[in-house]
Every structure is written in structure tokens, then in C-alpha cells.
């Protein structure tokens, strides 16, 4: 058994999980999380991405006390409380989701990629780093168009991206 303590969406959490718990377990089964969704368990489709210490992480290829004090952000903790993150305003805005299985791993890894592209997205950079995250509704299109238009309303400092 591990002792897990780390900081979830701005809360302080532990507890003892079996050595082999998976994050993506820790959050759904012990914290009750369960918009970060379980698509595969091999690091392929990324319905998994949470941000830990700031960058995004497929959460099915971390061990919980890997991730022990560390800080997580999940799907649950990216808006500020009632009003949507910029990228999740876009993805309504601009129909980025079908069945929203594969939607809070898309959104955790867009809004870290615009993180690190604060100048802005082009459509090829976007569908390349979108490539660790599988999405079988929408074929992409409007997923790449909620992304490019969250990265231009952010980089306008219209909408602030949570420091996650």
C-alpha cells in the first residue's frame, strides 16, 4: 500500500491505495471524479488527460502515488465555478463534442497546448498534437475549430487559462 497525498482541483486530498492504482482510478473511484473518463488503459485514445503540475498527462499511465504531492487539475476543476473555461465555452460554442466521451481529455490537452502556444494555433499544429487523443463522433473538424478559436479568444486575453 502507498500513502497518496496531493492537491486536487485547489482541495488537499489523501489516502492509502494499493501500489498499483492508477491516477485515472484514484480520481473516479476514490474522489468520486468522474469526468476524466477510462477509454482505454493503454495510453491511446486520451479521454484520460488531466493537467498534474501544470502539463497534461494521461492519467491511465500514472501510478497515484506517482503523482503524490503533486497538484491535479481535472475536467471538474478547469471552470471557475459557474462560468465555463474559455476552452470549454468554445467547444459549446463551436459543437466540439457528440457523444462527450472523449471531450474532457480533448479539453484538458487543448488547453494545455494553447498554454504553450500563448502566440496562437494554426490548424496543422492543432490536428498534430490533437493526435494522442481519439475522438470517434465528430471526425475533428470541430474540434480543431473549438480549439483555434479558444486559442484566439485567449491569446486576445479575453479569457484567462487556469494556471493548472
Do not use: W
Not at 44 to 59: I, L, M, P, R, Y
Amino acid at each position: 500500500m502507498s500513502d497518496v497525498s496531493l492537491v486536487v482541483n485547489g482541495r488537499k486530498v489523501s489516502g492509502s491505495v494499493e501500489d498499483r492504482t492508477l491516477l485515472v482510478h484514484f480520481l473516479r473511484e476514490h474522489l468520486g471524479l468522474t469526468g476524466t473518463h477510462v477509454g482505454c488503459d493503454t495510453s491511446q485514445c486520451g479521454a484520460c488527460v488531466v493537467h498534474v503540475d501544470g502539463k497534461a498527462v494521461k492519467s491511465c499511465t500514472m501510478l497515484a502515488a506517482q503523482a503524490s504531492g503533486s497538484e491535479v487539475v481535472t475536467i471538474e476543476g478547469l471552470a471557475n465555478g459557474a462560468e465555463l473555461h474559455p476552452v470549454q465555452a468554445a467547444f459549446k460554442e463551436h459543437h466540439g463534442l457528440q457523444c462527450g466521451f472523449c471531450t474532457p481529455g480533448m479539453i484538458m490537452s487543448a488547453t494545455d497546448m494553447i498554454r504553450r502556444h500563448p502566440e496562437g494555433l494554426d490548424e496543422a499544429t492543432v490536428r498534430a498534437e490533437l493526435e494522442g487523443n481519439i475522438c470517434r463522433c465528430t471526425g475533428y473538424h470541430n474540434i480543431v475549430k473549438a480549439v483555434l478559436a479558444a486559442s484566439k479568444t485567449m491569446s486576445k486575453g479575453k479569457g484567462k487559462a487556469k494556471a493548472a
